[in-house]
């Protein structure tokens, strides 16, 4: 949360700020985003867990997979807690573990044990 708040304060680039403090360009987007849609507290280590709809999941996967936007533009878009859980989406979409059924992800053999 330091980093956020100095690099907003610092009248530097974002290469400078990050070169200052040896962290990754993408850490500083990623902690901004989180910061612009919850402030500090949404800085803070998420205990609980987050469950997202199929809806979100499945346009999400969609928007990046059609180059419509980048990944932190639609973790930013979706409101997602991270570039992490879409490269997990991204993962699960592209194995033939996964399949879409009436709108919801559900692993193929869970659906056929139905």
């Not at 290469?15 to 990623?30: Q, V």
Request: proline share 1%.
């Amino acid at each position: 949360m330091f980093f956020v708040l100095k690099f907003r304060e610092l009248n530097i680039s974002l290469s400078a700020f990050c070169r200052l403090y040896n962290i990754e360009r993408t850490a500083i987007h990623r902690w901004s985003i989180k910061y612009d849609h919850g402030g500090l507290e949404a800085l803070q280590e998420v205990k609980v867990k987050i469950t997202y709809s199929s809806h979100i999941l499945i346009n999400s996967v969609e928007d990046y997979l059609i180059g419509k936007f980048s990944m932190l533009q639609i973790v930013k878009k979706y409101n997602l807690c991270g570039d992490s859980l879409l490269r997990k989406w991204l993962k699960w979409y592209n194995t033939p573990k996964w399949n879409v059924k009436i709108g919801v992800f559900m692993a193929r053999d869970k659906i056929s044990n139905r």
